[in-house]
């Protein structure tokens, strides 16, 4: 197998996803260049590699010489007979890993090999004598593997570094992810550097790691203007701006900034449109000069659920049938259910956008003096929203609102429309007479 399209021979990187492949070797073998070098090899673990629908989104490249390999895939070099330089790559890559993958990369150059350099800081490193901000003592990260691997710039990569910190006596080494915890308490000073093979170093940095600042409510019970209260710490020096929001199912809402030196306790208010009943959490982001950090904290904070309005519009008779129409509201823009009893039996009630309708309803099993009794029948709606809070509206049926034609005796002759039974005649619409009465529950 040929490969092609090497635009710079002299500068160039074989990339091989070894995921899923196990007990493989491989052979490239370069043409014949004079001074040609592997200037660095990666082992690189972690990448998704499963189905698109799945992936997280959460890859991004790695920096050249940050890889930290698991030992799965290993290389050998050797220079054949005619000058040319043959690379062989075995693999043997665990499918337990699976959907997590692995890249191995081979960098090679004709350029000289650089001089070895004491490792330097880089611009996205803290400077020394800043001010990191964590939100709680104890243990915290400090940093991740990722980020660490941005503050150092060396020829042999970092990866090859010893990057050592202390905290007081004690000495803070990276985890075996690479990322890098302290212990935090109060104001606590961390120095950190970095050394390569030869025993040259980057020179130390040293750094403030404290809490700036705590969050707490006076309510769990979430408000229009919901209080939240911010304590700044009496031993935290620089100045600090505090943005915090309402947040619910992972979404932030209205921003609040809040910035100053001055010491103590603050109130701020948080709007909370567009909340909807259930738990509510609180986003903070704070910034330190050029360093931030942010987090959603759960305070408690709920936000309930107000009860459905409802309002009595038309009833309709036809006869002895009988249904009436309304409309409705939520606060909380919740959907909302019914259901209407009459005389301990419930009946339909159909939803179209912000209105109610029940079904036709037979009044004459419910009629206490025969097929034309006149009585009065109670009837009870209920919505209901999906938080289970309801609304009931009370009201009653005045059966004398009903029209009932006048029989006339054939015998006695008239015309013969009169003798056609009040069923049959549609009634005009009525509206209630009776007091309605509302009650809400939860």
Known sequence: MVIGGVSDPNDFTVAFNSSNM??????????????????????????FVGA????????????????????????????????????TLDSNFSRENWPLGEDVFADFTTSPVPTNEAPEWTLNAPA??????????????????????????????????????TSG???????????????????????????????KTSGNRTWMIGVPVSISTTSLLLDEEHPLTITR??????????????????QSRQVIEYSGQSLGTHEVLMPSQGIV????????????????????????????????????????FDGWMWKVE?????????????????????????????????????????????EYGQVIIDVEITGCDQSGKCTNIQTSIDTSMIEIPEVTDPSEGGSSETSLPASGIPSLLAAFSIAIFFRRRS
């Open 22 to 47: 196990s007990n493989a070797r491989l052979d490239f073998t370069f043409p014949v260049m004079p001074e040609l070098r592997m200037d660095m090899w990666e082992e690189c673990e972690g990448r």
């Open 52 to 87: 698109d629908e799945d992936n997280p989104q959460t890859d991004a490249a790695p920096i050249r010489g940050s890889c930290i390999g698991d030992g799965s895939a290993s290389y050998d070099l050797r220079t054949n007979d005619d000058g040319s330089l043959t690379y």
């Open 128 to 165: 020394n004598g800043s001010w990191l901000p964590v939100f709680e003592d104890g243990p915290n990260k400090l940093s991740t593997w990722e980020e660490i691997a941005s503050w150092f710039d060396d020829e042999s990569g970092v990866a090859s570094l010893e990057i050592s910190c």
């Open 169 to 199: 006596q004690s000495e803070v080494s990276p985890s075996i992810d690479g990322s890098l915890w302290i212990n935090v308490d109060g104001i606590t000073q961390v120095t950190c550097q970095a050394s390569d093979s030869s025993g």
């Open 233 to 250: 710490s009496e031993s935290w020096e620089p100045e600090t701006t505090v943005r915090l929001a309402l947040s619910q199912d992972g």
């Open 277 to 316: 009943p259930g738990p509510v959490q609180v986003w903070i982001e704070v910034v330190v000069g050029d360093q931030s950090l942010e987090r959603t904290f759960d305070l408690g904070i709920v936000k309930e659920s107000e009860p459905p309005l409802l309002t009595l519009g038309m009833a309709s």
């Open 326 to 370: 309304g409309q409705y509201s939520d606060p909380d823009g919740e959907e909302v259910t019914f259901t209407i009893e009459i005389a301990d039996t419930v009946h339909q009630v159909e939803v179209m956008g912000n209105t109610w309708e029940t079904e036709w309803v037979d009044l004459t099993p419910l009629a206490s003096g025969g």
